[in-house]
């Protein structure tokens, strides 16, 4: 079975600083990973995945087998990214199924 | 294209009846899932359609059951609603050729059992 951990609920950081999401997997296979953001009164949205190796709005994320994470990360962070942040992870071979983590409220203060 | 829709947005029943929820995918999309969302649980997987038929199955209840249209179209229902029922059910439609599919989600159906 899959698992994906967030280990902060909520994470604070003032505008222009670095910021940093973690996440961390369990899954004995190849996953595909993804980073889905929900901004207030809004739908769950794709930020990225792994695949595309693109940066959205100023995001990277990194899949670091090894460590089994795939930390979120924005060089300079803008007071329009607080937000909730999910982490999920869909098997490659199971399609439609999503596990995500428990997610993680960034508030990025003036 | 249009996004994903779910009707209705809201909805209250009580203790013992059912309900049944509607998604419209993204136009082309084959697959739809469904996901239950509560503040305890957060965001947990029901089950997935292709073609009219279930390819994975969350581990709920059998209470909750859906089915996909030739259209894509796909219906979730819950029987003998239960007050920890309550929650934000969320669909989500992805094209689902070639491999594993990015999820577009809509904007969720918010259910109170009282």
């Known amino acids: 079975a899959q698992r994906v951990t967030q280990p902060e609920k909520l994470l604070s950081v003032f505008k222009g600083a670095p910021v940093e999401l973690k996440c961390n997997y369990s899954y004995s296979g190849s996953p595909e990973l993804f980073w889905y953001v929900q901004y207030s009164r809004q739908r769950l949205q794709l930020l990225l995945r792994?695949?595309s190796r693109e940066s959205i709005k100023g995001f990277t994320a990194d899949l670091n087998k090894g460590e089994t994470s795939f930390h979120l990360k924005k060089p300079f962070a803008q007071e329009e990214d607080s937000a909730m942040y999910y982490c999920?992870?869909?098997?490659?071979?199971?399609?439609?199924?999503?596990?995500f983590g428990q997610g993680t409220i960034l508030t990025v203060h003036p | 294209k249009a996004g994903v829709t779910q009707t209705p947005r809201y909805l209250i029943k009580t203790r013992g009846q059912q309900v049944t929820l509607s998604c419209s995918p993204i136009s082309g999309h084959r697959s739809v899932s469904w996901y239950q969302q509560t503040p305890g649980q957060g965001l947990q997987f029901l089950f997935e359609y292709f073609s009219e038929t279930q390819r994975n199955k969350g581990n709920f209840p059998g209470r909750f059951s859906g089915r996909q249209f030739s259209n894509s179209r796909s219906e979730m229902n819950v029987s003998t609603l239960e007050l920890g029922d309550s929650a934000l059910y969320l669909c989500a439609s992805s094209l689902a050729t070639g491999g594993p599919g990015t999820q577009y989600f809509g904007p969720g159906t918010r259910l109170l059992v009282l």
């Open positions: 999920a992870l869909q098997p490659g071979t199971s399609y439609g199924k999503l596990t």
């Open positions: 792994h695949i």
